[in-house]
C-alpha cells in the first residue's frame, strides 16, 4: 500500500484530527482497564460507556458541542478513550462470568469433549485443548468452562528393580477426536517470576479458563476415544502433515524448523535451538510471524496479478490490482488458518485487511492514521495483545517503515539492486529503533543480531520456507529444506559464540526505557 501522505492528505490529516485522536484515545483506554488489579462490578463499566457515547453522539451531529481544535480533539479524545475502556472491562466480565468454580478444584470430573488443536507430545507426556461437551461429578451434571488444558502424563515407578506403571499410556490423541476422560481440573495459575513468561494471559488470550490432567491410573476409569469428528478439519490436516514431516526427514530437531515453519509448532523446537536463535535476534524467522504472514502476503499478491494479466476478461471484470489485494490478503488468511490461527498471524491478517480496506476504498491517509488504524483495529479484536512484547515489536517496526520510508529507491539504482538496498537500509532501521525496546522487555539485545537478520531473512525468505511449504505436497523437498535449515543452524551458532554476541543488563527505569526508545526511533529517523 502507498502510505506516503501526498500535500491534500497531509493538509487533511492537520486540520481535521479527530481520527486519530479518535483512534488514540480507544488504545489509551483500553490500555488504562488493562491496568486494573480487580474488575469493577457492572456499573462501573456502564457508566463509563454511556458517557464515552453521548459525547461521541454529540460531537457526531455537532450540534451539543460546538467545539473547534484541541478541544474538539481533547473531547474526541476523552469519548473513545471511555469507550475503550468500558468495552474491555465489560468483555473481561463476560469472560470472568465462565470461570472454573472453586468447588470443583481438585476434583476428579469425568467430561467428554473434543480435541481442538494438534496435541503437544513431550517427554512428560502429552497435552492438547479439549472443548467440553459435558461434565458430571459423582453422577450429577456440572457446568465447566468451554475449554480446557489438558495433560496426560506417562508416569511410573521403581519397586524392587521391576517398573511399575502409575498411569496408563497417552493415547493416539487426534485433532477432532471426542473423548471420555477423567480430568482433575485447577483454576490457570502461572509462576510469578518478574517480566518471565505469562502463563495464565496466554491461556486467557486463548479461551482457556481451567487446566487440568487426565486421571488414568488402574484404579480410574479407562479412557475412551468415542469418534472422530469433523469438527476441526484444519487442525487433523495439519498434525498429519506433521506426522508426515518426521516421517520424512530424520534429524528430529531439522524436522521440528521445518514443522514449526509448515504448521506453526513452535513447541517443536528444541530449546538449545531457541538459546541460539535469541542470541542472534532471528527468533521472528523460526515461528509463524508477523513478518512471515506479510511477506507471504506480498508473493501471493504478485502472483495473483500477475497471473490475472495474463487474462484480458479477467482484468475487464475486476483490475488487475484490485484482484492481487483480495488474492494477497485472502491466500494469507489461509497460510495463517493453516499454519495455527497464533495471535500474532490473526494480527497480522486484521492489519493487512485493514490496509486492504484503505486502499481499495481510494483513501490516502498520512501514515501516523494508517499505522494507529492497524493498531486500533488489533486492540480491539484482543485488547490484551498490549500485555504481549510482541505487539509493541511488531507495532514500533511498522510505524518506523511508515515514518522513514520515503517511497524511493536510491537515486539512480532501480531494479535488483535497488530492493535488495531498500531491504538491507529497512533491516538497519528496525533494528536500531528495536533495540532499546527489546532491552526494555527482556533485558537482552543481540549485537550480532543485523548480521544474522541480513543473512538469515533471505534465505528463510526465499530457500527454506519455500521448499518447507512445497514438501507438502512434494515430500522429498523436506529433505532439501532440512540441509537448508542445518547450513543456517551451523552459521548461527558460529555467530552466537561470538565475544558479545548479546548484551544481558539488568531492566531499567520506566523513564530511562522510554527514553532509549525514543532515541532508538529518532537515531532511526536520523540514519533513514
Given at each position: 500500500m502507498d502510505t506516503a501522505p501526498n500535500s491534500h492528505s497531509s493538509h487533511t490529516g492537520n486540520q481535521q484530527p479527530g481520527p486519530f485522536v479518535a483512534l488514540l484515545g480507544w488504545v489509551l483506554g483500553t490500555a488504562l482497564q488493562l491496568q486494573q488489579s480487580a474488575l469493577w462490578p457492572l456499573s462501573g463499566y456502564l457508566l463509563p460507556a454511556l458517557v464515552g457515547a453521548l459525547l461521541v453522539a454529540a460531537l457526531w451531529r455537532r450540534r451539543g458541542l460546538r467545539l473547534q481544535g484541541a478541544r474538539r480533539a481533547a473531547v474526541w479524545l476523552i469519548?473513545?478513550?471511555?469507550l475503550g475502556f468500558a468495552c474491555t472491562?465489560?468483555?473481561c466480565l463476560a469472560y470472568d462470568a465462565g470461570s472454573l468454580d472453586p468447588a470443583l478444584e481438585g476434583r476428579d470430573v469425568l467430561l467428554s469433549g473434543v480435541v481442538t488443536d494438534m496435541p503437544q507430545r513431550n517427554e512428560a507426556g502429552l497435552r492438547f485443548t479439549l472443548a467440553v461437551d459435558s461434565a458430571a461429578l459423582d453422577g450429577r451434571q456440572v457446568q465447566l468452562p468451554p475449554r480446557l488444558d489438558v495433560g496426560w502424563y506417562a508416569g511410573g515407578y521403581s519397586l524392587a528393580g521391576e517398573q511399575v506403571s502409575l498411569q496408563r499410556?497417552?493415547?493416539?490423541?487426534?485433532?477432532?477426536?471426542?473423548?471420555?476422560?477423567?480430568?482433575?481440573?485447577?483454576?490457570?495459575?502461572?509462576?510469578?517470576?518478574?517480566?518471565?513468561?505469562?502463563?495464565?494471559?496466554?491461556l486467557w488470550e486463548r479461551g482457556v479458563q481451567a487446566t487440568g490432567y487426565v486421571r488414568a491410573g488402574a484404579d480410574d476409569p479407562e479412557p475412551q476415544r468415542l469418534e472422530q469428528t469433523w469438527a476441526h478439519p484444519v487442525a487433523l490436516l495439519r498434525q498429519s502433515v506433521r506426522e508426515r514431516i518426521y516421517a520424512q526427514v530424520e534429524q528430529r530437531q531439522f524436522a521440528g524448523l521445518i514443522a514449526a515453519l509448515v504448521v506453526g509448532d513452535q513447541g517443536a523446537i528444541d530449546r538449545v535451538d531457541w538459546d541460539v536463535f535469541r542470541a542472534t535476534g532471528i527468533s521472528h524467522l523460526v515461528s509463524i510471524s508477523g513478518l512471515h504472514i506479510t511477506i507471504f502476503a506480498w508473493g501471493a499478491a504478485w502472483l495473483v496479478g500477475w497471473l490475472w494479466r495474463r487474462s484480458g476478461r479477467l482484468c475487464l471484470l475486476l483490475p488487475a490490482p484490485q484482484a492481487a489485494l483480495f488474492g494477497g490478503v485472502f491466500l494469507a488468511l489461509a497460510y495463517a488458518v493453516f499454519s495455527g490461527w497464533g495471535l500474532p498471524a490473526q494480527r497480522t491478517c486484521l492489519m493487512l485487511a485493514t490496509l486492504a480496506f484503505l486502499r481499495l476504498g481510494g483513501a490516502r491517509w498520512p501514515w501516523p492514521q494508517v499505522w494507529m488504524l492497524a493498531c486500533?483495529?488489533?486492540?480491539?479484536?484482543?485488547?490484551?495483545?498490549?500485555?504481549?512484547?510482541?505487539?509493541?515489536?511488531?507495532?514500533?517496526?511498522?510505524?518506523?517503515?511508515?515514518?522513514?520510508?520515503?517511497?524511493?529507491?536510491?537515486?539512480?539504482?532501480?531494479?535488483?539492486?535497488?530492493?535488495?538496498?531498500?531491504?538491507?537500509?529497512?533491516?538497519?532501521?528496525?533494528?536500531?529503533?528495536?533495540?532499546?525496546?527489546?532491552?526494555?522487555?527482556?533485558?537482552?539485545?543481540?549485537?550480532?543480531?543485523?548480521?544474522?537478520?541480513?543473512?538469515?531473512?533471505?534465505?528463510?525468505?526465499?530457500?527454506?520456507?519455500?521448499?518447507?511449504?512445497?514438501?507438502?505436497?512434494?515430500?522429498?523437498?523436506?529433505?532439501?529444506?532440512?540441509?537448508?535449515?542445518?547450513?543456517?543452524?551451523?552459521?548461527?551458532?558460529?555467530?552466537?559464540?561470538?565475544?558479545?554476541?548479546?548484551?544481558?543488563?539488568?531492566?531499567?527505569?520506566?523513564?530511562?526505557?522510554?527514553?532509549?526508545?525514543?532515541?532508538?526511533?529518532?537515531?532511526?529517523?536520523?540514519?533513514?
Open positions: 469519548a473513545a478513550a471511555s472491562g465489560l468483555r499410556q497417552p493415547g493416539d490423541v487426534r485433532a477432532g477426536e471426542r473423548w471420555r476422560l477423567t480430568v482433575r481440573l485447577k483454576a490457570p495459575h502461572g509462576s510469578r517470576n518478574p517480566q518471565g513468561f505469562d502463563y495464565e494471559l496466554w486500533a483495529v488489533v486492540v480491539v479484536a484482543d485488547p490484551w495483545a498490549l500485555l504481549q512484547a510482541g505487539f509493541w515489536l511488531s507495532f514500533v517496526a511498522v510505524g518506523v517503515l511508515f515514518a522513514t520510508d520515503a517511497g524511493m529507491s536510491p537515486s539512480g539504482v532501480s531494479g535488483l539492486r535497488a530492493r535488495v538496498l531498500d531491504m538491507m537500509r529497512e533491516q538497519w532501521m528496525i533494528t536500531l529503533a528495536l533495540s532499546p525496546l527489546s532491552l526494555l522487555l527482556f533485558g537482552q539485545v543481540s549485537l550480532v543480531g543485523l548480521l544474522a537478520n541480513a543473512l538469515a531473512i533471505p534465505w528463510v525468505t526465499l530457500v527454506v520456507t519455500p521448499l518447507a511449504m512445497l514438501g507438502v505436497l512434494i515430500p522429498p523437498l523436506w529433505d532439501l529444506a532440512a540441509w537448508a535449515v542445518g547450513l543456517m543452524a551451523q552459521l548461527l551458532r558460529s555467530l552466537a559464540l561470538w565475544p558479545w554476541a548479546s548484551l544481558s543488563l539488568a531492566q531499567a527505569p520506566l523513564w530511562a526505557g522510554v527514553a532509549g526508545v525514543l532515541g532508538g526511533l529518532v537515531l532511526a529517523f536520523v540514519v533513514s
